[in-house]
């Protein structure tokens, strides 16, 4: 069994073929799917689910807290699942592609500024637009690469986490 799977069976959400069919792709994908690329991936397996089968499952799985929804501005909403550890993203603005990290020194800076405002830090969401730098790039993700698995699309720089917001320590 999937986590994926295990999050449903713990949400007490009733599996019908379509749903398993609909986990099992999002389980496999290691990136961030949006709909439409959930849909082709899982008409693959069965032509006959369509795109609003597709919506109302996610929008389903997300109000029973299995997946995230992320929303990067350019009218593609990506689903995650929910419960992993806490990062952030970035997206690559030349193909959409979305890379995933943890930086520690951000919720530090984020600290000391809500600390400067009167506030202690309670969380934070940060989201990176960026675009590949190929004169440095090459080390930095042949770095991220080796920490994950290899993805099943040999294209794909996706990185497979989730999304939710980070929380500070000691809250
Ligand atoms: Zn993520």
Redesign the pocket.
């Known amino acids: 069994m999937t986590s994926l799977e295990r999050l449903c069976q713990e949400r007490g959400l009733s599996m019908s073929r379509q749903r398993r069919l609909i986990i099992r792709v999002l389980s496999e994908a290691r990136t961030?799917l949006s709909a439409a690329d959930l849909h082709q991936r899982v008409t693959e397996l069965d032509p006959d689910i369509s795109l609003a089968t597709i919506y109302r499952t996610l929008t389903i799985f997300e109000e029973e807290g299995v997946l995230k929804r992320l929303d990067f501005g350019d009218r593609k909403m990506r689903y995650?699942q929910a419960d992993k550890e806490p990062?952030d993203?970035l997206l690559d603005t030349t193909d959409g592609s979305?890379v995933?990290f943890q930086a520690p020194e951000v919720a530090a800076l984020l600290a000391t500024i809500a600390a400067r405002l009167g506030y202690r830090l309670d969380g934070y969401r940060l989201d990176v637009f960026a675009s590949p730098d190929d004169s440095r790039a090459e080390s930095a993700r042949a770095c991220v690469t080796a920490v994950q698995p290899p993805a099943k699309r040999p294209r794909s720089r996706h990185h497979h986490?989730?999304?939710r917001e980070h929380s500070a320590p000691g809250r």
């Open positions: 961030h995650e990062h993203h979305v995933e986490h989730d999304g």
